[in-house]
């Protein structure tokens, strides 16, 4: 019988660092909960994915920068945005009093 989950529940208390939790897998996609509360990508550090990712911002607040933009992406709860595979980017910030629940979705073109 399916049992319904819901995207909301069992947030950690503390969270010493960001955590990411698998929701569903196949051959060319990943989607994940990813929770943060005040974490950033580490100074000097840029993230380079293999695959294409679309984040939705569900609750809370993060910047991403893109690399050689001058401009920060905020991000408020409903907005997404589609990172292409290898556009090098980063996380400035995450909103440090709450919760930012973000909905990710790594995918292959192949599909």
């Known amino acids: ?3 319904p989950q819901n995207i909301y529940s069992q947030l950690p208390k503390t969270l010493p660092e960001e955590l ?16 943060s509360k005040g974490h950033a990508t580490d100074e ?11 984040v939705l911002l569900l609750k809370g607040s993060a910047g991403i920068l893109i690399q050689g933009e001058k401009n920060i992406i905020t991000l408020n709860p409903g907005d997404y945005v589609l990172i292409p595979a290898h556009v090098k980017h980063r996380v400035e910030w995450t909103d440090k009093n709450n919760e930012t629940l973000w909905l990710a979705l790594h995918f292959s073109k192949e599909l």
Request: hydrophobic share 40%; charged share 35%.
């Open 44 to 54: 000097g550090c840029w993230l380079d994915q293999k695959q294409d990712e679309w």
């Open 1 to 3: 019988m399916m049992k």
């Open 20 to 35: 990411f939790e698998k929701i569903l897998s196949g051959k060319n996609f990943k989607l994940e909960r990813i929770i």
